[in-house]
């Protein structure tokens, strides 16, 4: 499968804890993106990659949240001090710099859960 | 503010039925509009994209529709079949950077 895979699939943390999700993107994909989706929304845009820089942060993405994609390949998300506020699907999509449309294509998720 | 909207929750349809799903849209600056099908426990699916210079794209039983000036677009899917039911994601990019701006989904169920 040469789709976008993300790991874990699902997480169960305390409020307190931090996390880190992993997102590996479509192989010849330079674009990179976090998406954040709550029950009834749709996915809000956290941050986005072009090769290993990052050049857009949402004003959603707190100080308490980081992202990194250190050799412009997989990229993770971090979470510092877990809210209950941060129990969410988080979605990671790739693209390419040739896309005609902006496409984006998303694995499946991250689904967090902070007691 | 959410600058995509999708005012209906729900639609259901008979199979071989036209579905209809719509999408307004605020920011005049939006470039691509683009629509993703989500299945529980998935990611958004990309079905159909269209260009703000364009005012149809079509892609088998799926067509696009984009009116400028109402700032509204339509996803209509013909004839609709049991396994087009899912949540419906109208989303649009373009005023700045590479962000999509989802609507919130329309839930689509096709009945036999």
């Known amino acids: 499968d040469t789709g976008v895979s993300q790991n874990p699939r699902h997480k169960i943390t305390k409020r307190g804890q931090n996390v880190t999700f992993r997102c590996d993107p479509i192989s010849e994909h330079n674009r990179l993106y976090w998406y954040r989706q709550t029950l009834g929304q749709g996915p809000e845009f956290l941050t986005y990659?072009?090769?290993?820089?990052?050049?857009?942060k949402s004003r959603l993405l707190s100080d308490r949240f980081s992202a990194e994609r250190p050799k412009g390949s997989f990229s993770t998300l971090e979470i510092q001090r877990t809210e209950q506020g941060d129990s969410a699907m988080y979605l990671c999509?790739?693209?390419?710099?040739?896309?005609?449309?902006?496409?984006?294509?998303f694995g499946p998720g991250t689904r967090l859960t902070v007691l | 503010d959410q600058q995509v909207k999708q005012n209906s929750p729900s639609l259901s349809v008979q199979e071989g039925r036209i579905s209809i799903l719509n999408c307004d849209y605020t920011?005049?600056?939006?470039?691509?509009f683009l629509w993703y099908k989500k299945y529980p426990a998935e990611g958004p699916t990309f079905l159909i994209s269209?260009?703000?210079?364009?005012d149809k794209n079509e892609d088998g039983r799926f067509t696009v529709f984009l009116n400028k000036s109402a700032k509204h677009l339509s996803l209509h899917i013909v004839p609709s079949q049991p396994g087009d039911s899912a949540v419906y994601f109208c989303?649009?990019?373009?005023?700045?950077?590479?962000?999509?701006?989802f609507g919130k989904g329309t839930s689509l169920l096709v009945t036999p």
């Open positions: 999509a790739s693209s390419t710099d040739r896309a005609s449309y902006n496409e984006q294509f």
């Open positions: 990659f072009q090769n290993e820089a990052q050049l857009e």
């Open positions: 989303a649009a990019s373009g005023d700045s950077g590479y962000a999509l701006n």
């Open positions: 269209i260009s703000s210079i364009k």
């Open positions: 920011n005049s600056m939006f470039d691509y």
